[in-house]
């Protein structure tokens, strides 16, 4: 390799560049020109030192490498032409030595293939302005002004540059991304989101005109609802963001966050593509079917773009799930280190109510248009009865649970492998305490909180009211067309849930202002308490309106009163699941006081109690769940004149609605946890003061909580959006088929079957999920120990660990991992459908394929519903019973009962951030997949 540094290279990948230090770029304090011969360090040069991380090669840090060779013998860095850094090979010089070589085309990405002799790493940044990277090369970020810190062991990106410079090549820097929120005004946000409701308004009386009323009232509420988000995010960015070292530690979790989101986004696209393509031919090759009269070109591209739509919106709400809670956890951290625990209390909530709110905003948003649309195009073009166009927007819920599914397994594999492994080197091996910097895995658990509990949720809740939704709207449509409703009447019904839906934004916002913490207020939760009630009562307000403008009809004057019952009913159901969530996994209770007591006797006797509780406090929802469905059912039974069995059902789903009417201020009480979890990370590793430590630890408990009790919600919202989505594809079938299908003989031995593949299906996964957690979190627990083995220098406090290793470890495993049981739970209804279609075939049953897949929906989401409650539960029984010893109980922290309950938390660990949310999607995944491409599985006449 030439040593003459100005004679332009061409990349491997075609790209030319110079190999040049760009100016712009600040380097470390120990790096060198190379002698492209020797690769020898020559003459170290000024830097910005990171007060948590330290100068390269200097030990003013308490955590940095204290020897004289900076961050190894291997030399340093050099720069590309933007400022991007390079980091250091190993110690051996192992490129040299089998020929390797460095390869800087401008713009291109570094070839890992080259570098055959870096077995620690194989990992690159690319020069200049590389585009996003394959692979596991990097982070796709550009670096800050003032350049990263990386050791030889990777790329550990620390951010050295300004402090008022947030830099990401996802999330941007603060003057290109958040100049605008910063900038605004209230009043602008308002008139912008104004105009944005107008203008969507507009589109939708072109395309629907006067009767499509009620969705230029869900575009309008909800493009006010982005309005207030605007301003909530504004109120955030603006708050103080602490010291140095609190930045620091930030910048790392941010930057891991959008590197994970980064490749995961990439795998994402490619199967979204692939999913697409195959759902547009699947639908243009079918056979004709009687009873649909849309040409099959028009009902392949009306599928194929209502999946976009849903996929499109569902992986941007769990990317502004991440965004929001990278910026608010440091907001969070410098309210704590000011000591205001209401300023703290409130940019968490705001931070996690920011992103709920533009969540639902955007489901109800995305499901108006695209009714306005296929409106337009099936009823005006082709005279389709209004009531078979939600029929076509399946395709929006399916895409809706593809994204949130890779989402959630992924996510939830990355934050529970890493948090295992941190806990068990950590706190069993060595007792030191929780997002302790010594620990190498910290940053890894970190970033967990954000990948899994943000952005995993926040697309399960999208897909999850999307899905209910979608099966009240076809229900609604079946049940107009037996009553023999007028087309104004069948509007009123069929929009409905998107009405309730829409006001839920606006009610929730009224609770979300509310919430402040009081002097007087025994724990912050009473604030979010008082917000919930607040919110619950206007909720009952709008879903009494609601309901006797839209449901009230001439040939049924007292329908609305009865369906108002039932919403009423999913109101306190929501309640009810709500505290029996509470009562399993709160310590304050006697179900995990027991999990504590046991761990006394040692690590077994946690283990036993944990499952015990698990396995019993499935009863309650199961008993809650079931009171719900039958009362309701009974309630709308025969409101509406000739159609009993479907106004029953209609009960049902107003019922859920009922539930899930107040989805926004809960999933903010769920995205508080990890936002408040991040914060204590960043005030713990920058060496923030115990007081504040204590104010950070109260808002992680409280988090604790109300993450515990949203998954019981979720469960619950869950079951009851299953019971529409099988009736929804009941519908469907009747539809697409021409004929009558209302009942599924489950003593048929087909059926049977396929019940019996569903059930196992859901054990498989569940499995699968767990065992790539595990896997993960081996690794992580070799890598931690070694570190702590090779670099004794850590625990003395003269040593930085390698957190980059962790984070790579985990991100790798996470995505390979996370493939099986996603394409599992994809594949598997298809693969029976199709098996059954030509059985079906072969013996004359032209329905057979559907009655099996019917069976196969409703053993498999019963099981997966079950098993879900009992894996959140005990899960969070367990992590509660820890805190409870951590508290002082039973010897407090350090003795026998704690590291035995640690033992318990990592067995709980994968099951209530794993696979139990996973399971959630799971339930509607399976139904929205059976329900899209149930005319696949219908041949011909």
Not at 5 to 31: C, H, L, Y
Not at 766 to 772: F, I, L
């Amino acid at each position: 390799m030439s040593s003459d540094w100005s004679a332009p290279v061409t990349s491997d990948f075609g790209g030319t560049g110079m190999r040049t230090r760009g100016a712009a770029a600040q380097r470390p304090a120990v790096v060198a020109d190379y002698d492209d011969d020797k690769y020898a360090k020559k003459k170290p040069l000024n830097a910005t030192p990171s007060p948590v991380f330290g100068t390269p090669g200097v030990s003013s840090s308490p955590i940095t490498k204290a020897d004289d060779s900076g961050y190894g013998a291997g030399g340093q860095y050099d720069y590309g032409d933007s400022g991007a850094a390079y980091s250091a090979y190993n110690h051996q010089q192992q490129q040299q030595q089998q020929g390797g070589e460095y390869d800087y085309g401008h713009g291109q990405q570094q070839q890992q293939q080259s570098y055959t002799g870096y077995s620690a790493q194989q990992d690159q940044y690319a020069s200049g302005g590389g585009g996003a990277y394959e692979g596991f090369q990097g982070y796709g970020a550009a670096p800050p002004a003032g350049g990263y810190g990386y050791d030889d062991s990777g790329f550990d990106a620390i951010a050295l540059g300004s402090p008022s410079k947030e830099t990401s090549r996802i999330f941007g820097t603060s003057e290109e991304v958040d100049s605008f929120l910063l900038k605004g005004s209230n009043a602008r946000f308002l008139q912008g989101a104004g105009g944005m409701a107008a203008a969507g308004m507009l589109v939708i009386y072109m395309l629907v005109g006067w009767e499509g009323w009620p969705l230029c009232f869900v575009w309008g509420t909800c493009a006010m609802g982005l309005g207030y988000a605007a301003m909530l995010a504004r109120k955030i960015l603006s708050g103080p963001r602490g010291d140095q070292a609190m930045q620091d530690v930030a910048g790392a979790i941010r930057e891991a966050a959008e590197g994970f989101l980064a490749i995961q986004y990439g795998a994402i696209l490619k199967m979204a593509l692939l999913a697409t393509a195959s759902l547009f031919f699947a639908y243009l090759m079918r056979e004709r079917t009687p009873g649909v009269s849309l040409p099959s070109w028009v009902l392949a591209w009306m599928t194929a773009l209502s999946f976009v739509f849903g996929a499109g919106c569902s992986a941007l709400a769990g990317y502004i799930g991440v965004w929001i809670s990278v910026r608010s956890n440091l907001r969070v951290a410098a309210q704590a280190v000011n000591g205001s625990i209401d300023g703290a209390l409130k940019m968490a909530f705001h931070g996690g109510a920011f992103s709920a709110i533009i969540s639902a905003s955007m489901c109800m948003m995305g499901l108006a248009l695209l009714y306005a649309m296929f409106y337009a195009v099936s009823v005006w073009q082709y005279g389709l009865p209004i009531t078979d166009v939600p029929l076509m927007l399946a395709g929006y819920g399916f895409g809706a649970s593809f994204v949130a599914l890779f989402m959630q397994v992924a996510g939830g594999i990355y934050t529970k492998a890493a948090d295992v492994g941190a806990d068990m080197v950590g706190k069993v091996d060595h007792s030191i305490p929780e997002d302790d910097p010594k620990n190498p895995a910290v940053i890894a658990d970190l970033v967990g909180d954000n990948v899994g509990d943000c952005a995993g949720s926040m697309a399960d809740v999208f897909e999850s009211i999307a899905a209910e939704i979608l099966g009240t709207m076809i229900l609604a449509g079946a049940l107009a067309t037996e009553s023999r409703l007028n087309t104004a009447d069948a509007q009123g019904y069929i929009f409905f849930p998107l009405v309730i839906h829409a006001l839920d934004v606006a009610v929730s916002s009224a609770g979300i202002y509310i919430v402040k913490h009081k002097s007087s207020d025994p724990s912050p939760l009473s604030a979010m308490k008082r917000g919930y009630l607040l919110t619950a009562g206007l909720a009952t307000v709008a879903f009494t309106a609601v309901c006797y403008c839209m449901l009230n009809t001439a040939s049924a004057p007292d329908a609305w009163f009865k369906y108002w019952l039932c919403g009423m009913l999913g109101i306190a159901t929501a309640f009810v699941l709500l505290f029996v969530c509470q009562y399993y996994t709160d310590y304050a209770y006697k179900p995990v006081r027991d999990i504590a007591q046991a761990s006394v006797t040692g690590h077994g006797t946690n283990v036993i109690q944990g499952l015990a509780i698990g396995f019993e406090s499935t009863g309650p929802p199961a008993v809650i769940i079931s009171m719900a469905l039958a009362m309701s059912y009974y309630l709308g039974e025969g409101a509406l004149p000739g159609a009993p069995v479907t106004s029953g059902l209609f009960g049902n789903a107003v019922a859920t609605m009922g539930i899930l009417c107040t989805a926004v201020f809960i999933l903010s009480m769920n995205n508080f946890g990890p936002i408040a979890d991040n914060a204590g990370g960043i005030v713990e590793m920058s060496g923030q003061s115990e007081e504040t430590r204590v104010t950070t630890d109260s808002l992680d408990a409280i988090g604790n909580v109300t993450k515990a009790a949203t998954k019981g919600y979720s469960v619950g919202g869950s079951a009851m959006a299953f019971f529409l989505l099988f009736r929804a594809f009941m519908d469907d079938v009747a539809a697409f088929s021409g004929e009558t299908f209302d009942v599924v003989n489950i003593a048929k031995i087909e059926v049977l079957i396929g019940g019996l593949l569903g059930v196992s299906m859901i054990f498989v996964f569940t499995g699968w999920t767990m065992k790539a957690v595990g896997v993960a979190a081996q690794s992580v627990v070799v890598e931690v120990r070694r570190q702590f083995n090779d670099l004794p220098g850590i625990m003395e406090g003269t040593q930085r660990p390698e957190y980059a290793q962790c984070t790579q470890i985990v991100t790798r495993a996470a995505l390979k991992e996370a493939a099986a049981p996603v394409m599992l739970a994809l594949l598997s209804p298809v693969c029976v459908g199709l098996v059954f279609r030509v059985i079906g075939a072969y013996r004359g049953e032209r329905l057979l394929a559907v009655s099996v897949l019917a069976g196969f929906m409703m053993f498999g989401s019963v099981t997966a519903l079950l098993l879900a409650a009992m894996l959140d539960n005990a899960g969070g029984a367990w992590d509660n019973a820890k805190k409870y010893i951590e508290a002082g109980n039973h010897g407090g922290k350090g003795s026998d009962a704690h590291k035995a309950s640690v033992t318990g938390d990592t067995v709980g660990d994968p099951a209530k951030d794993t696979s139990g949310p996973s399971l959630h999607v799971v339930i509607t995944t399976m139904s929205t997949t059976i329900l899209v491409l149930c005319p696949i599985f219908i041949p011909g006449k």
